[in-house]
Every structure is written in structure tokens, then in C-alpha cells.
């Protein structure tokens, strides 16, 4: 089964064989996990959205279609659930970017070099959590997952001109608070 690609699972399992859903959460539950992950910035809640992930999945695999493709509309399940889950909590976790720095060995830096790059990424941090939920999740998507602007419009279920547009001024605020930080720090 494990040679069989995701569409044949999928046809399995609506023929009544339980063991290829098992398999596609083999394939995918990383991955779900990674991006719950870095909306949510914990690992119990992420680990509670990939079972609400694969317990949406198993109910509405009957039904499913195949106008995408398994892996992009898993991925826009993942999205909506780690979506609804902050808006449940109503708070603004921090996500982790750690992609923005080169991570040196932290031993041979020196300590104020260590500082700077850790607040340098709080900054980051902060800014992310402050950005709209749709920016957000095109930053999330884009840059973490770098998936393309096609892929995440069939996920999030908006234009690629849009995603671009969110993507950007993601990118742009996130800079200018950054910014507006550090000239606030040196005054």
C-alpha cells in the first residue's frame, strides 16, 4: 500500500478499506503537525489540531472528489482548523521563524551577538502576531511551507493576485515593526 499514490488510497478507503486512511496519515501527519505548529507555537495544541485534522479528514473522505489533490486539500483543512483555533482562544501566539537568521553555533558567538539575534527575533515574533489572519496565514503558507501562491490559493480559496498582495504587505508591516522597534530602542 505504501506504493500506492494518494488518489488510489483515497479510492481504498471509499471502497471500505480502512487500512489506506492509515496510511495517508502515516504520509501526511508531519507535515500537518509542522504547520498547526507554527500557528498555534505549541506542541499540545498542535498535537490536538492534527487529531481534529485527521478526524475531519476521515469523515469527509467518503465524499471527497479529487478536484485537488490530497495533500492540498489536507493542507487546507490544516489551515482552517489551526485558523479556528486561534480564533477560539482569541489570543496571538508567537510563530516561530527561525529561517530569518543563520543559526550559528551559539557557542562560539559572543554573548552580546546571542542577545541581539534573540531579540531580534522576538521583534520578528511580535510583529507576526500582529498581523491580520490573512496575511498571516499567506506568510505561514509562503514562507514556511513555501508552497506556491497556486497551491495556497487552492487552500485559503482566493486569488493569487490577493495572496500576493497579503504576502507583501505581511512582509512590509513586519519590517516596519521591526523598525519602528529598533529606533524606539535607540532613542
Not at 505504501?2 to 501526511?28: I, K, M, P, W
Not at 508567537?94 to 552580546?112: S, V
Not at 495556497?152 to 498582495?165: D, Q
Amino acid at each position: 500500500m505504501t506504493n500506492s499514490n494518494d488518489l488510489e488510497l483515497v479510492e481504498l478507503f471509499q471502497h471500505g478499506n480502512e487500512a489506506s486512511f492509515n496510511e495517508l496519515v502515516r504520509r501526511y501527519q508531519e507535515k500537518v503537525y509542522w504547520i498547526a505548529h507554527r500557528f498555534v507555537n505549541d506542541h499540545d495544541q498542535a498535537d490536538d489540531i492534527v487529531q481534529e485534522v485527521f478526524v475531519k479528514v476521515y469523515s469527509a473522505l467518503k465524499k471527497f472528489r479529487g478536484e485537488s489533490s490530497v495533500y492540498t486539500w489536507l493542507y487546507r483543512i490544516a489551515v482552517n482548523v489551526a485558523l479556528n483555533t486561534l480564533r477560539k482562544q482569541r489570543a496571538r501566539d508567537f510563530i516561530r521563524i527561525d529561517e530569518f537568521f543563520e543559526t550559528a553555533e551559539k557557542e562560539n558567538e559572543q554573548p552580546d551577538a546571542i542577545y541581539e539575534k534573540d531579540e531580534q527575533q522576538k521583534l520578528i515574533e511580535e510583529a507576526i502576531t500582529k498581523l491580520p489572519e490573512k496575511q498571516k496565514a499567506v506568510f505561514i503558507l509562503r514562507y514556511h511551507e513555501e508552497l506556491s501562491y497556486e497551491e495556497i490559493s487552492v487552500i485559503l480559496k482566493t486569488s493569487v493576485g490577493g495572496l500576493k498582495a497579503n504576502y507583501f504587505h505581511a512582509i512590509k508591516k513586519i519590517g516596519e515593526y521591526v523598525s519602528r522597534a529598533h529606533r524606539t530602542r535607540s532613542i
